[in-house]
């Protein structure tokens, strides 16, 4: 099994984009959290603390992805530092741990996703039954 220097850096471009797309969330989201909270201190409202609350889980989705996400960027140089060394065998084992952790932090995306998505849809939910009223 052969693997060049240049495989894993191929990496680099696509995980740098998603770190910034997940950034993007996180930072989206924090800012609906602040808003939601100053409209649940002011009001109280119980269907309000759900939607901090589904927030949060989103949050710390996002976190895991993140954590997946810099762990595949950190194995891949780790993996062409070894191969730079000639230390093939275990440069292309780190380098296919690289990988997982890129599945791992899109698998956590999707799911974060589709939370978001349900919750999208119980508001259209509430919006179609207000207009049937």
């Not at 909270?37 to 901090?52: A, F, M, R, T």
Request: glycine share 2%; net charge positive.
């Amino acid at each position: 099994m052969s693997l060049s220097l240049e495989t894993p850096a191929l990496l680099f471009s696509a995980t740098s984009l998603i770190l910034l797309a997940y950034t993007n969330r996180f930072l989206t989201i924090a800012q609906i959290i602040r808003s939601l909270k100053k409209h649940y201190d002011d009001n109280h409202n119980k269907s309000i603390l759900i939607e901090i609350k589904n927030l949060n889980l989103r949050l710390s989705l996002i976190r895991y992805m993140q954590l997946f996400g810099v762990l595949c960027l950190f194995l891949s140089v780790f993996a062409m530092l070894l191969l730079y060394l000639n230390q093939k065998t275990i440069g292309i084992y780190l380098f296919g741990l690289s990988l997982l952790c890129l599945l791992i932090s899109l698998a956590i995306s999707f799911w974060e996703i589709s939370i978001s998505v349900h919750a999208l849809r119980v508001h259209l939910k509430d919006i179609e039954e207000n207009e049937k009223m």
